[in-house]
C-alpha cells in the first residue's frame, strides 16, 4: 500500500520541485552565442533556422585554452 501511494505521488512531487526552482527548460538563443561566452561542456539550443523544419542547433561549448572546439549537432525542437 505505502510503495503504491509513493510511485502515485512522485510525479506530482517532481512537479512541485521544478515549479519551485523555477526551471523553464534550456535557454533559446535567436544567434549563436559569441566564443566564451558559453561555458565548457553546457549545451544551449540556436534557433537560426540552420537545421531545417522541425530541428534545432544544438551547441555544446567548448574550450579554447585547451584546444576544445564547440561541438554541434540538429536535433529534433523540444516543444
Known amino acids: 500500500m505505502k510503495k503504491a501511494m509513493v510511485l502515485f505521488l ?8 521544478t515549479q519551485a526552482t523555477g526551471h523553464k527548460g534550456p535557454k533559446i538563443y535567436q544567434t549563436e552565442p559569441r566564443p566564451g561566452k ?3 561542456g553546457i549545451k544551449v539550443l540556436v534557433d537560426d533556422n ?3 523544419a522541425g ?9 579554447m585554452r585547451l584546444g576544445l572546439d564547440r561541438k554541434y549537432a540538429c536535433i529534433s525542437k523540444p516543444f
Not at 512522485?10 to 520541485?17: A, K, Q, S
Open 50 to 52: 540552420s537545421c531545417g
Open 55 to 63: 530541428k534545432i542547433k544544438q551547441v555544446t561549448g567548448g574550450n
Open 38 to 40: 558559453i561555458q565548457s
Open 10 to 17: 512522485f510525479p506530482f512531487f517532481l512537479v512541485g520541485c
